[in-house]
């Protein structure tokens, strides 16, 4: 059957359809990217200028907009990790039902569109009346409205990363024996805390940075939400440089797909497996 193949060309085939299929791709991303660059340095004269580059610093509010959109991205990966890594290791270790429970309310935020979504927090937020103003539930309501750290923001995004960061842990999972696992440790005197955090989790490795990487994403390029509720994190501040500065915008964004260029590889470095040294004879 090989010679078969071979004879018919077909061993040729997969290498030239992969050839094209990379040459496809990486022009659709390139081609873009390069016309980004070139426009931000063009001075219009046929020259080249990087003052959309240099100006960024000094830009008025890029520094807090990017400080609080890593501020935000940072509180809500621990936050959805928390929340979701001990969920899933219950629902893996309990019945088929549970996880099937699980998947559903993970899955939800996927069918609200985000207006929609921003619209019932605003509906939330707006919510009760004058006589509980003087109780903690109306004060807890004015505290994560802070523009300093918007905490609702946090809520947000953690409920809009739901979809992407359950199916990057379930596939962690399901390559995992999750009860064997727990059941060995606790059978050498481990207890529950313990046998997760020291024997599961780091099988896990690769799932919570994959998990980590796509909340991080939505978080940086997330404008919706944030513009309706009237904050201003790093997309939005780049949406309104962009109505009086079109080079500086093109900038920032292209420096954004940058920083989350140097993230990825970062946590790709993080989650590589380490090689044990070789025994010396």
């Given at each position: 059957m090989a010679q078969l193949t071979q004879r018919l060309g077909g061993g040729r085939r997969p290498r030239l359809w992969r050839g094209a299929v990379l040459l496809v791709a990486g022009l659709y991303f390139l081609v873009?990217?390069?016309?980004?660059?070139?426009?931000?340095v063009d001075n219009r004269s046929g020259g080249v200028q990087f003052d959309a580059y240099t100006g960024l610093l000094s830009a008025p509010g890029f520094t807090d907009a990017l400080v609080l959109t890593l501020e935000?991205?940072?509180?809500?990966?621990?936050?959805?990790?928390a929340l979701l890594v001990p969920a899933l290791i219950a629902a893996r270790l309990g019945t088929a039902r549970m996880r099937s429970v699980l998947e559903v309310v993970?899955?939800?935020?996927?069918?609200?569109?985000?207006?929609?979504?921003?619209?019932?927090?605003?509906?939330?937020?707006?919510?009760g009346p004058d006589h509980l103003m003087d109780t903690p539930f109306f004060q807890t309501i004015v505290?994560?409205?802070?523009?300093?750290?918007?905490?609702?923001?946090?809520?947000?995004?953690?409920l809009?990363?739901?979809?992407?960061?359950?199916?990057?842990?379930d596939s962690g999972l399901r390559a995992v024996d999750v009860r064997t696992l727990?059941?060995?440790?606790?059978?050498?005197?481990?207890?529950?805390?313990?046998?997760?955090?020291?024997?599961?989790?780091?099988n896990l490795r690769g799932a919570l940075l994959n998990a980590a990487f796509l909340t991080l994403a939505l978080v940086l390029?997330?404008?919706?939400?944030?513009?309706?509720?009237?904050?201003?994190?790093?997309?939005?501040w780049v949406y309104s440089v962009g109505n009086s500065q079109g080079q500086m915008s093109v900038a920032v964004s292209v420096l954004s797909l940058l920083i989350t260029w140097v993230l990825l590889l970062l946590l790709a470095a993080a989650g590589r497996e380490r090689?044990?040294?070789?025994?010396?004879s």
């Amino acid at each position: 059957m090989a010679q078969l193949t071979q004879r018919l060309g077909g061993g040729r085939r997969p290498r030239l359809w992969r050839g094209a299929v990379l040459l496809v791709a990486g022009l659709y991303f390139l081609v873009p990217m390069a016309a980004s660059v070139w426009f931000s340095v063009d001075n219009r004269s046929g020259g080249v200028q990087f003052d959309a580059y240099t100006g960024l610093l000094s830009a008025p509010g890029f520094t807090d907009a990017l400080v609080l959109t890593l501020e935000l991205a940072a509180v809500t990966v621990v936050v959805l990790l928390a929340l979701l890594v001990p969920a899933l290791i219950a629902a893996r270790l309990g019945t088929a039902r549970m996880r099937s429970v699980l998947e559903v309310v993970c899955t939800l935020p996927l069918v609200v569109p985000p207006v929609a979504f921003t619209a019932g927090v605003i509906g939330v937020l707006r919510w009760g009346p004058d006589h509980l103003m003087d109780t903690p539930f109306f004060q807890t309501i004015v505290f994560i409205q802070q523009p300093e750290f918007p905490l609702v923001l946090v809520i947000a995004y953690v409920l809009m990363s739901l979809p992407l960061a359950y199916r990057a842990l379930d596939s962690g999972l399901r390559a995992v024996d999750v009860r064997t696992l727990v059941e060995a440790a606790r059978s050498c005197g481990a207890s529950w805390p313990r046998a997760v955090v020291t024997v599961v989790l780091p099988n896990l490795r690769g799932a919570l940075l994959n998990a980590a990487f796509l909340t991080l994403a939505l978080v940086l390029g997330e404008f919706t939400a944030a513009s309706i509720l009237g904050y201003q994190p790093f997309a939005v501040w780049v949406y309104s440089v962009g109505n009086s500065q079109g080079q500086m915008s093109v900038a920032v964004s292209v420096l954004s797909l940058l920083i989350t260029w140097v993230l990825l590889l970062l946590l790709a470095a993080a989650g590589r497996e380490r090689r044990p040294a070789p025994a010396q004879s």
